[in-house]
């Protein structure tokens, strides 16, 4: 009934792939040499999906945050909810909502086929009432108010909102207090049942468990449904921003920025070559063996809380750059001016061959851990990338191929979001 | 799977944790030195300014360019406050040889640069470099004011500074922004050389296999020091129950309300020493089958997080939460209401057996996370032979009801510290 393919990976271990019939993909990570499991169910559902139709229906949009309004209700069931069941096997059971995917996932190190039992029965049994959902708009509202306060999330948003005037990107993944006031039970059912569609969801787990074992325990567990049609409205960005520059005020005591590039996308996903070539052209325009980051920090530009990050999804695309700074502005024109550089001098050869034998270190590392195991399952499955293509790629990218991919970069369509400390009356 | 402890000097202690499953090794120096507001500026910049540069590496893209070619080797420099001491980390985490393209010495090559580091810091004349100390004295301002904006870390910080006011515990474990500002190249020197002479050492290794002749270079590099007044870190004091219960309430322009509270405990120690103690405290405030969960958000909707926080080694414990403000007295009420249950002993079954089950889980996922088997054991430095995850395990299920309930007796309300955001002008 299942369709099972093996992948070997380069650092002894491997893992399987498997399709349900529902359409369901399941990918499986043996590590028999660990003593605890991580799992995930999860589905390709997120905040940015506030428009579409199922099955050729009526196209409908559903108010901002309820993707993640329906995370926190999934847990609830009419016998309670799935937090206790957890409890009774002393597992630590979570979930998150991101731009793309909403995840329900547990670690444990005993009672696994137990645990997943539950993991697959509550995500599959959606249990909303009226009250319930009342109850939860006083929780997240309080949720929402603690990032309203958080200078990190702020100013990522505030780059967003300004960079994107049309695609969903732009919008706060737990919505506002106003918007999630219009969710209802209905709304929320309506939702699951076009996301939560097993041809829609993915189950990863990595650790200390047997593969054919899951794979039986899938099969009589997971309910048949015939599978769905989802459309979700394409949304058509032009490569401009609204505006180049933003500011809040903060109770902070550093100003916070985010500066990004938006980029031109001609098809919505990006492929793996892509994000492979922007990470390593991050990593040689301001990773910690750059002349960059040793200049800003230097200068007194930026601290450890620095960083990069190629922020793509579906219909979107950033070249991000964040961290605390006096001087977000000198940062910036900093970072212009690098990029500049490489692309009139190229890259400096010696360094990409180290980036390279980095990027690949972290490969490795991050499938030492079981959690970083069942994540980088997670990332397969939402991206449709086989996991160990990555590394092939790595040991056959070329500095051309890299440097030709900072054509896409342009002042014009950036944006520098700026949180500021708000002087204390 | 008792860790392997070898003598490596006065007051060194060398601890080789084997565990075949990960595809890295880890090595720690852990420092220990009493927590003063006179040194602990000095100190808390130490793991910092010595995983930035060295002799041999004197500048830190240099540095970082070499760790980049070790498969992007990560260094772990960090400054904890284990009860009245200052714990000074110092570490490198690095890919096993077999891993690497072509079968590098990796592992070889990160323990001397990681000696290089601690042992042979880039200084002259009894002095690090000016460009050096000023960019770490910089980087420690920053983070500490960074501790303002975020609110929920400020708010806990400014409650444990009001209980113990005055007493070690009560400074800040990286110093103040004052303290920080008056550190020159000439006293972070002599904090290096007093942090190698007189501090509590343990060297953890992490790995599959030993690193060869590791142990022996560290126990070379401690004999050459004349090691003196080696701290013993025995000391660690306890708060008594307050008379009366304090309030101190803090203004500012911010959305959501940050409410900490403070408990005294008539028990504190070790592991061994608390484990009824630990347990009350899930029960009370941990996972999410807790009483705090479950009642204060989950029925009363009043916070999206509400829970515990232990300092087993000082008796003492927090419970924090984001509130609207208006329902500051409810929320209030309402721990203190879960805690006269725990007191009580109205805790159910189900509570108690919940927290053991989950408590013992997460024990045993220890196994197989280096960092955390480290810290385990780097935490642990009030005895001499802590027990491992697997045996504190045990422990765990012989605790009672009962004991716990006795524990629950113990503890006091002493401190609320309130973060309100400013009052809208009329």
Not at chain 2, 31 to 59: G, I
Not at chain 2, 142 to 168: D, N, T, V
Request: with cysteine; charged share 25%.
């Amino acid at each position: 009934m299942i369709k099972k393919q093996y992948f070997e990976g380069p650092f002894g271990e491997g893992y399987v792939k498997a399709v349900h019939p529902t359409g369901l993909e399941i990918y499986i990570m043996e590590k028999p040499n660990f003593d605890s499991a991580h799992a995930v169910f999860g589905t390709k559902y997120g905040s940015i999906d506030t428009v579409f139709s199922k099955d050729g229906g009526e196209e409908i949009s559903v108010p901002e945050g309820i993707a993640h309004f329906l995370e926190h209700k999934l847990f609830e069931s009419e016998e309670g909810d799935a937090f206790t069941r957890f409890a009774a096997t002393g597992a630590s059971a979570n979930a998150y909502t991101s731009f793309d995917r909403t995840c329900y996932l547990f670690t444990c190190g005993d009672n696994f086929y137990e645990n997943l039992k539950i993991l697959l029965d509550f995500v599959q049994h959606p249990y909303f009432t009226q009250e319930t959902v009342e109850k939860e708009q006083g929780i997240i509202g309080q949720e929402i108010g603690m990032y309203d306060d958080n200078a990190g999330w702020r100013v990522m948003f505030n780059m967003l909102k300004n960079m994107y005037s049309e695609h969903p990107v732009r919008i706060d993944i737990a919505g506002t207090v106003e918007s999630i006031a219009q969710i209802d039970a209905s709304l929320l059912y309506r939702c699951y049942e076009t996301f939560y569609n097993p041809s829609n969801m993915f189950i990863c787990i990595a650790g200390n468990v047997d593969a054919d074992k899951i794979l039986k325990q899938i099969e009589e567990e997971v309910i048949y449904y015939p599978p769905v049609e989802i459309s979700r409205k394409e949304f058509i960005e032009n490569e401009s921003v609204a505006n180049t520059y933003v500011e809040q005020e903060l109770s902070v005591a550093i100003p916070a920025f985010c500066y990004g590039y938006k980029q031109k996308i001609t098809t919505p996903e990006r492929s793996l070559k892509t994000k492979v070539c922007m990470s390593l052209l991050l990593e040689l325009i301001c990773g910690e063996a750059s002349p960059l980051y040793a200049r800003l920090v230097r200068e007194g530009l930026i601290n450890d809380e620095f960083g990069s990050e190629y922020f793509c999804g579906r219909g979107y695309a950033t070249m991000l750059f964040e961290g605390e700074s006096t001087d977000p502005k000198r940062v910036a024109e900093e970072i212009d001016a690098e990029i500049n550089r490489i692309r009139e001098n190229g890259i400096d050869k010696k360094l990409f061959s180290a980036v390279k034998c980095g990027m690949y270190g972290d490969a490795v590392r991050r499938m030492g851990s079981v959690v970083g195991s069942a994540m980088s399952l997670v990332e397969s499955a939402v991206s449709g990338q086989e996991l160990y293509e990555e590394i092939k790629l790595l040991k056959s990218v070329t500095a051309e191929s890299v440097v030709k991919r900072l054509v896409s970069f342009s002042r014009e369509n950036s944006v520098l979001s700026v949180i500021v400390p708000k002087e204390e009356k | 799977m008792l860790p392997e402890t070898v003598n490596l000097g006065e007051g060194v202690l060398g601890r080789f944790i084997k565990n075949d499953r990960f595809n890295t090794t880890l090595i720690s120096f852990n420092f220990y030195l009493p927590l003063r507001e006179e040194t602990v500026a000095n100190n808390a910049l130490l793991p910092f300014v010595l995983t930035t540069c060295s002799d041999k590496y004197p500048d830190f893209s240099k540095l970082n360019y070499k760790l980049t070619r070790l498969y992007g080797a990560n260094l772990i420099s960090s400054c904890e406050k284990i009860g009245d001491y200052q714990l000074l980390k110092v570490g490198i985490s690095v890919i096993n040889d077999k891993y690497t393209i072509d079968e590098e010495d990796l592992t070889a090559q990160a323990c001397e640069l990681l000696c290089d580091l601690i042992f042979r810091p880039k200084a002259e004349n009894g002095e690090f470099a000016l460009e050096d100390t000023e960019r770490e004295k910089r980087k420690a301002i920053e983070h500490i004011k960074g501790e303002f904006s975020e609110k929920r870390i400020y708010a806990k910080k400014r409650l444990i500074e009001e209980m113990f006011k005055g007493s070690a515990f009560g400074i800040s474990k990286c110093g103040t922004v004052e303290q920080v500002e008056t550190v020159t190249g000439k006293s972070l020197y002599e904090a290096w050389q007093n942090m190698l002479k007189s501090g509590f050492v343990r060297v953890n290794v992490v790995s599959s296999e030993m690193p060869k002749g590791l142990f022996e270079a560290v126990s070379e590099a401690f004999s050459g020091i004349g090691r003196e007044n080696v701290t013993d870190c025995k000391e660690n004091t306890c708060l008594a129950p307050a008379e009366n219960v304090r309030t101190v309430t803090e203004n500012m322009d911010i959305t959501q309300g940050k409410l900490v509270l403070g408990f005294t405990s008539k028990m504190s120690g070790t592991d061994r020493e608390t484990l009824s103690l630990s347990l009350m405290c899930d029960i009370f405030g941990g996972g999410p089958y807790s009483r705090l969960f479950n009642n204060v958000r989950e029925k009363l909707s009043l916070c999206y997080y509400c829970a515990v926080g232990l300092v087993k080694i000082k008796g003492f414990l927090t419970v924090d939460c984001g509130i609207d403000p208006k329902n500051e007295e409810k929320a209030i009420k309402a721990i203190t209401d879960q805690l006269f249950i725990m007191k009580k002993g109205m805790f159910t079954d189900f509570e108690f057996e919940s927290a053991i089950k989950s408590t013992k889980d997460s024990l045993k996922t220890y196994y197989d996370s280096q960092s955390m088997l480290d810290m385990w054991y780097s935490l642990k430095v009030f005895e001499e032979n802590p027990p491992s995850p697997e045996e504190l395990s045990e422990l765990i299920s012989k605790v009672t009801r009962e004991d716990v309930c006795e524990a629950a007796k113990g503890i006091e309300l002493h401190t609320v510290y309130s973060l309100k955001p400013c009052e809208v002008e009329k």
